[in-house]
């Protein structure tokens, strides 16, 4: 979910990512009404990738993520981390990276529209 937020919301430089902390990290919209059982699950699933990676330590980040090498236990822990996220925004799998944010931009939306409240027109006090 968080790469397709930068995808869309970060600047670029050529190809590589500007990546913003004001605009981009602080206006990531994860639900804030996730259960405890669902913020578990991220929390295990995470640790398990930290868990796989250190059974690397002679690979650096650029070996590990490399699409040709990635060992397949890291993959597998990656992709039971991106179930446990998506399954703390909705429970129907997302169908594709529009799918995805479609559903981000909507739920910022919802999530800031509170904070802006609408401007209201003056009435003109002069007697017609």
């Known amino acids: 979910m968080h790469i397709t937020w930068v995808k869309y919301v970060c ?6 990512y500007r990546y913003s902390g004001t605009i981009v990290y602080n206006n990531y919209p994860f639900p804030d009404n996730i259960s ?31 699409p040709l090498t990635m060992p397949p236990d890291l993959i597998k822990a990656h992709q039971n981390l991106d179930k446990a996220v998506d399954l703390c ?27 802006l409240k609408p401007e209201q027109k003056k009435r003109s006090t002069r007697k017609k």
């Open 11 to 16: 600047g670029r430089l050529k190809s590589d």
């Open 89 to 115: 925004y909705r429970s129907p799998p997302f169908v594709n990276e529009l799918n995805r944010i479609e559903f981000l931009f909507n739920l910022y939306e919802s999530l800031n529209t509170p904070l």
């Open 36 to 66: 405890d059982k669902q913020r578990q699950k991220v929390e295990t699933c995470a640790q398990n990738v930290l868990d796989i990676r250190a059974k690397y330590p002679n690979s650096s980040l650029a070996d590990l993520y490399d």
